[in-house]
């Protein structure tokens, strides 16, 4: 375990700082997800109570699988919100270090122990969801 976590924190650090070499001040985890480019969606656009409905519901579904020890279906789950959600959660003024524990949560899934990679992923997608209702929150107030 201990091996995985320093592999992580190797991965980490040269990506991050081969970003910024780069220009990048915003990396993107190299994580499944980031290779599947998600359409980004403007706080705009995710004034529809559907979007956020749905978001709620993938996380949901996830959390009962992944408590019912379906591994693989939860991670998918979590995969499938963290993928609609995309960049709509994210603005100049948030530090977000989830795409690192997507990163740690790919070595995981490499390593064999899905069930790790579902509750790291779970817990991003809940993160980005809290990020992004503050940020509609905040925008609601101004």
């Known amino acids: 375990m201990r091996h995985l976590f ?10 991050f700082f081969g970003l910024l070499a780069a220009g990048d001040v915003y990396p993107q985890s190299n994580s499944i997800i980031s290779q599947t480019r998600c359409e980004s969606m ?12 749905d ?6 579904e996830g959390q009962t699988l992944l408590e019912n020890a379906h591994w693989q279906a939860a ?10 959600l995309g960049d709509a959660y994210s603005s100049p003024d948030i530090i977000d ?3 690192m524990k997507l990163t740690l ?3 995981e899934a490499q390593a064999g122990n899905i069930g790790n990679s579902a509750k ?7 993160d980005r969801l809290l990020i992004l209702r503050k ?8």
Do not use: Y
Request: aromatic content about 6%; proline content about 0%; glycine content about 8%.
């Open 6 to 15: 320093q592999q992580a924190w190797q991965l980490c650090f040269v990506g």
């Open 42 to 53: 403007s706080t705009n656009d995710v004034r529809h109570d559907g979007f956020l409905k």
């Open 55 to 60: 978001l709620d519901n993938l996380l949901r």
């Open 75 to 84: 991670n998918m789950k979590f995969i499938q919100g963290i993928e609609k």
């Open 97 to 99: 270090d989830t795409g």
């Open 105 to 107: 949560a790919d070595i």
């Open 120 to 126: 790291i992923r779970g817990k991003v997608l809940s």
């Open 135 to 142: 940020k509609i929150a905040a925008r609601n107030n101004q």
